[in-house]
């Protein structure tokens, strides 16, 4: 494949770019009071179809998929607003309801998706299973008109705009017992299904819950897919989770590599301004590098996501997202360590993404764990668990 962008997708950098100018971070979003901001900022991408732009076109979505989509959360953190709700409403939940959904389920949720008037969470996290989805505990019991479910969630993030979540649980096979992952969507107002905010440092417009699902009756409609393809499924939205969090990496650490290089460019001490010097201009050269190497690795992976390639596809959006998240936070630390104590300052909005550009490292999966995946899966190495 061609790692050279298309005319098209340089046109839908450009356009989102010019979107993320009009509603970034120096225009009150980065301030506690930033939700008009936020929701604005959502709407419009909505109405412009940058939302959507994954999503089959007879559903009001643009026809593109994880190489569109990506583009889109990339240019938008680039700019200092991204819009981490788009890694799980459009990209996993509207992924996962646009390959396995019913008809009456697509019908339901994307056009909704697409165009900003509904959103989606996704719950997989618990609190004893970690990064072992194996080890999931929230169970799923058959009824004569449905579904019951039952268990918890932890970190799942904007749970309280959401109008519903996809949760994960697991049922049981009829013909060995064993219990297997399947995803079934909870409406928000559904009885028995309770959040509760966890007070996080990260400062951001999604928030994160911790949810409860005590004797949830859901329809039989609720299950998504085939009861007998769960696992397929979770990986078919679990690859998507990975390119967009690269994709938010990315952003992220381009914004503030552009802060710090236009800092160095002003910034004079002494006869020259302090970006002349080696020891300032090497870390950031540095940075933009492995900012592009990622760059490139995610196209990769948004590739095989979009050619329906799940195996490769599993190993490049894991090796991406490791990637630009390691990338984002050395750009980041680099950059507030170029401005010295106005790094630190509200006015240079770099110091509050110390702590979130840990994110991408540690979510949806740690980097650990990718290194495992890496070590098993593409190494042949034998397992340490």
């Given at each position: 494949?061609?790692?050279?962008?298309?005319?098209?997708?340089?046109?839908?950098?450009?356009?989102?770019?010019?979107?993320?100018?009009?509603?970034?971070?120096?225009?009150?979003?980065?301030?506690?009071?930033?939700?008009?901001?936020?929701?604005?900022?959502?709407?419009?991408a909505?109405?412009?179809?940058y939302?959507?732009?994954?999503?089959?076109?007879?559903?009001?979505?643009?026809?593109?998929?994880?190489?569109?989509?990506?583009?889109?959360?990339?240019?938008?953190?680039?700019?200092?607003?991204?819009?981490?709700?788009?890694?799980?409403?459009?990209?996993?939940?509207?992924?996962?309801?646009?390959?396995?959904?019913?008809?009456?389920?697509?019908?339901?949720?994307?056009?909704?998706?697409?165009?900003?008037?509904?959103?989606?969470?996704?719950?997989?996290?618990?609190?004893?299973?970690?990064?072992?989805?194996?080890?999931?505990?929230?169970?799923?019991?058959?009824?004569?008109?449905?579904?019951?479910?039952?268990?918890?969630?932890?970190?799942?993030?904007?749970?309280d705009?959401?109008?519903?979540?996809?949760?994960?649980?697991?049922?049981?096979?009829?013909?060995?017992?064993?219990?297997?992952?399947?995803?079934?969507?909870v409406?928000?107002?559904?009885?028995?299904?309770?959040?509760?905010?966890?007070?996080?440092?990260?400062?951001?417009?999604?928030?994160?819950?911790?949810?409860?699902?005590?004797?949830?009756?859901?329809?039989?409609?609720?299950?998504?897919?085939?009861?007998?393809?769960?696992?397929?499924?979770?990986?078919?939205?679990?690859?998507?989770?990975?390119v967009?969090?690269?994709?938010?990496?990315?952003?992220?650490?381009?914004?503030?590599?552009?802060?710090?290089?236009?800092?160095?460019?002003?910034?004079?001490?002494?006869?020259?301004?302090?970006?002349?010097?080696?020891?300032?201009?090497?870390?950031?050269?540095?940075?933009?590098?492995?900012?592009?190497?990622?760059?490139?690795?995610?196209?990769?992976?948004?590739?095989?996501?979009?050619?329906?390639?799940?195996?490769?596809?599993?190993?490049?959006?894991?090796?991406?997202?490791?990637?630009?998240?390691?990338?984002?936070?050395?750009?980041?630390?680099q950059s507030?360590?170029?401005?010295?104590?106005?790094?630190?300052?509200?006015?240079f909005?770099?110091?509050?993404?110390?702590?979130?550009?840990?994110?991408?490292?540690?979510?949806?999966?740690?980097?650990?764990?990718?290194?495992?995946?890496?070590?098993?899966?593409?190494?042949?190495?034998?397992?340490?668990?």
């Open positions: 494949m061609s790692m050279i962008e298309s005319d098209e997708h340089t046109a839908l950098r450009a356009a989102v770019a010019a979107l993320g100018q009009r509603h970034g971070r120096d225009n009150g979003r980065d301030r506690d009071d930033g939700r008009e901001a936020y929701d604005a900022l959502w709407a419009e909505g109405k412009l179809g939302l959507g732009v994954n999503l089959p076109e007879e559903y009001g979505g643009g026809g593109g998929g994880m190489a569109e989509l990506s583009i889109v959360l990339e240019e938008l953190g680039a700019a200092g607003c991204p819009l981490l709700m788009m890694v799980v409403s459009p990209a996993i939940c509207g992924t996962v309801i646009a390959r396995f959904g019913t008809d009456e389920q697509k019908t339901r949720w994307l056009p909704g998706l697409a165009g900003a008037t509904l959103t989606m969470a996704f719950g997989i996290t618990e609190p004893d299973a970690g990064s072992n989805s194996h080890r999931i505990t929230t169970t799923a019991r058959r009824t004569t008109d449905g579904w019951v479910l039952n268990g918890r969630k932890v970190f799942i993030s904007g749970v705009i959401a109008d519903a979540t996809l949760i994960v649980g697991r049922t049981e096979d009829a013909r060995t017992g064993r219990l297997k992952p399947c995803l079934f969507v409406p928000r107002d559904a009885p028995g299904f309770r959040r509760r905010r966890i007070d996080m440092e990260l400062h951001a417009h999604e928030k994160q819950f911790e949810l409860t699902l005590d004797d949830v009756h859901l329809p039989a409609d609720a299950l998504v897919g085939d009861e007998d393809a769960g696992l397929l499924q979770l990986f078919a939205g679990l690859n998507p989770e990975r967009m969090t690269a994709a938010f990496a990315l952003g992220m650490g381009r914004y503030a590599l552009a802060r710090a290089v236009s800092y160095a460019k002003e910034r004079q001490v002494w006869k020259a301004p302090i970006g002349a010097h080696q020891a300032i201009a090497h870390p950031l050269a540095q940075a933009h590098i492995e900012l592009e190497l990622a760059g490139l690795m995610t196209r990769k992976a948004a590739h095989l996501c979009d050619a329906g390639d799940d195996i490769r596809a599993g190993e490049a959006a894991n090796m991406a997202k490791y990637a630009a998240a390691e990338a984002c936070v050395k750009a980041v630390d507030v360590h170029t401005l010295g104590g106005n790094g630190l300052t509200r006015e909005g770099l110091a509050s993404l110390i702590t979130a550009s840990r994110v991408a490292r540690i979510a949806p999966v740690s980097r650990e764990m990718i290194l495992n995946y890496v070590s098993h899966q593409s190494l042949g190495l034998p397992k340490s668990y």
